[in-house]
Nanobody, 113 residues
């Protein structure tokens, strides 16, 4: 499974960004797709995930601000991020779980004051 991310960038606090991720390869095996993030000096953490059946999980810190969506037909997953805060600054990684975890290359999201 290969994952290609797009989106990210620099935004002021309170702004919005949208991340997208397209999967290719053995996509029929994918069970869960989602987004993780890693800030400098911190461990990688789950941001949001969605199963092929549509079940969704969000980190408490992003509930009400971020929305994850998935297009099963195209095996893409998107993360709409609103009301961004400086603490959302991190490298965001697309993830697909299909027996093992697959990762995208990561995209930087920077939120300034």
């Amino acid at each position: 499974v290969q994952l290609v991310e797009s989106g990210g960038g620099l935004v002021q606090a309170g702004g919005s960004l949208r991340l997208s991720c397209a999967a290719s390869g053995s996509i029929f095996r994918i069970i869960v797709m989602g987004w993780y993030r890693q800030a400098p000096g911190k461990e990688r953490e789950l941001v949001a995930a969605i199963t092929s059946a549509g079940s969704i999980k969000y980190a408490d810190s992003v509930k009400g601000r971020f929305t994850i969506s998935r297009d099963n037909g195209n095996y893409t997953v998107a993360l709409q991020m609103n009301s961004l805060k400086p603490e959302d600054t991190a490298v965001y990684y697309c993830n697909a779980f299909a027996i093992v975890h697959y990762w995208g290359q990561g995209t930087q999201v920077t939120v300034s004051l």
